[in-house]
């Protein structure tokens, strides 16, 4: 046991999804898995183990914001040996062409998080980015299931209300979208020589203001997870 994940030795697969929300968890790991097993529900963030098309795979929630899925991201790595991390997620797009529904893969994740300071110091700008297999592993998949993914920048940031930040300057240098939690994933991830990739659904527009209704974010949602299973399991 870790000190914020429950599961003993053993009971989580060296492959893991990771939701934001601990009940997106619960929906993938009753909906896509076999066999699924709930090892972990400290702070009602669950995880759950069980295999998808014979493969042993995980699915653990990871809170919101780069603090929180550090902490899992760590633990998950570093104390029971998690090698192959794919975040799900919703996201926000930036750019006039993207659109609602678009499954986006993060290559890189610019960030405004204390978290590159924290580790590089004063003049280091590190550029957290995807492992290059996942990512063509998830692109060819999307391909496959006819939805191409749309590939490149984004951007991770600390504040989901922000009046302060720059979203024209960003959206000029070529950031997608937005979220909070993929340049923390991708730091960690080459700390501890893990794989990992950011995939998301896009649910609103800062551009335009529209969001996803309940039922689209809800397909759009499984497409994505199809995506990832059929990654993770390669
Ligand atoms: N996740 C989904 N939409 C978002 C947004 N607009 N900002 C930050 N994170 C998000």
New binding site residues.
């Given amino acids: 046991m870790s000190l914020h994940i429950a599961a003993r030795d053993g009971e989580i697969a060296d492959r893991i999804l990771l939701p934001g929300d601990p009940l997106r968890a619960k929906y993938i790991a009753e909906t896509f898995l076999d066999d699924a097993v709930c090892y972990t529900d400290i702070r009602n963030i669950l995880g759950y183990t069980g295999t998808y098309k014979g493969v042993r795979l995980s699915v653990q929630g990871t809170g919101m914001g780069i603090p929180s899925i550090s902490i899992y991201a760590t633990e998950l790595m570093r104390d029971y040996g998690v090698k192959k991390l794919i975040r799900v997620?919703?996201?926000?797009a930036m750019r006039k062409d993207i659109r609602l529904r678009d499954v986006i893969i993060a290559q890189g994740a610019t960030t405004d998080s204390s978290i590159i300071r924290n580790i590089f110091g004063g003049s280091i700008n590190y550029a957290p980015l995807a492992d290059f297999t996942l990512l063509r592993q998830a692109y060819e998949q999307s391909v496959k299931q006819g939805i191409p993914a749309r590939v490149g920048n984004i951007v991770s940031?600390d504040r989901?209300y922000d009046d302060e930040i720059d979203n024209d300057k960003l959206t000029q240098y070529g950031i997608m979208a937005?979220?909070?939690e993929t340049a923390g994933l991708y730091t960690l991830a080459a700390k501890y020589g893990a794989q990992a990739l950011g995939l998301f659904t896009v649910?609103?527009h800062?551009l335009t203001g529209e969001a996803c209704t309940p039922e689209e974010r809800q397909t759009s949602f499984d497409d994505m997870i199809h995506i990832a299973l059929e990654t993770a399991i390669q």
Avoid at 89 to 92: I, K, P, S, Y
């Fill in positions: 997620g919703t996201c926000g940031v989901f937005v979220e909070m649910s609103d800062l």
